[in-house]
């Protein structure tokens, strides 16, 4: 199984970015796709999901300026960044998880300028 995220890079605050999770080994379909991040030298955090039935939930921060949603390709995720703020800065992670299962990628770097 792996968890390939990419579409991270150096974004101006006021920006977007969009972030992309492809999965390779399971089928995509059957788990909860969240989407977590790390902002330097703090906890990883929750910040979107989207479940099996494409039911969706946002961490507040960022209610209103990120969507989760599915892709056109059967085994992708994303995830849509807009109005980025510099607190948005942290590695980005994709999580798929089903009863106890669960898998993690690499993670990819969004840093947002002030």
């Known amino acids: 199984v792996q968890l390939v995220e990419s579409g991270g890079g150096l974004v101006q605050a006021g920006g977007s970015l969009r972030l992309s999770c492809a999965a390779s080994?399971?089928?995509?379909?059957?788990?909860?796709i969240g989407w977590f991040r790390q902002p330097p030298g703090k906890q990883r955090e929750l910040v979107a999901i989207?479940?099996?039935?494409?039911?969706?939930d946002y961490a507040e921060s960022v209610k209103g300026r990120f969507a989760i949603s599915r892709g056109n390709a059967k085994n992708t995720r994303y995830l849509q960044m807009n109005s980025l703020k510099p607190e948005d800065t942290a590695v980005y992670y994709c999580?798929?998880?089903?009863?106890?299962?669960?898998?993690w990628g690499r993670g990819t770097q969004v840093t947002v300028s002030s």
């Open positions: 999580n798929a998880r089903i009863a106890n299962l669960e898998f």
């Open positions: 989207i479940t099996s039935d494409g039911s969706t």
């Open positions: 080994g399971i089928t995509f379909d059957d788990y909860v």
